[in-house]
């Protein structure tokens, strides 16, 4: 299932949703889903893929309309220092994501 696949791509992500945009109803509203992950240096082979399959599901869902009325969009954070994890900037990155406004989840 579709819907199966976009739900583990994201929380493998470490997603933060925030509903950002649009104008009355619910027309044209945005998701803006948020990850972090460790995208540079030697982090990139394995952290890579799932930011890979993260955006991958999104597409899918949009082109599906997964969530009528709403696009998703990805808001890509790397969390990697010099090219190295770094557990820190990755919390925070979450922080960051999670002060927008209206957090959904």
Avoid: F
């Avoid at 890579?48 to 009325?69: M, Q, S």
């Avoid at 990755?90 to 927008?100: C, E, F, N, Q, V």
């Amino acid at each position: 299932m579709k819907l199966t696949r976009l739900g583990a791509a994201l929380a493998a992500a470490s997603i933060v949703v925030a509903p950002c945009g649009g104008s009355g109803g619910d027309a044209g509203k945005t998701l803006k889903i948020g990850i972090s992950l460790p995208l540079s240096g030697s982090s990139l082979a394995s952290a890579g893929p799932a930011r890979d399959g993260a955006l991958l599901a999104i597409k899918e869902a949009n082109a599906a309309g997964t969530i009528k009325g709403y696009t998703l969009v990805a808001d890509i954070k790397d969390h990697a220092v010099n090219g190295v994890h770094d557990p820190q900037q990755g919390a925070k990155d979450m922080t960051a994501l999670a002060s927008a406004a209206a957090v959904v989840g």
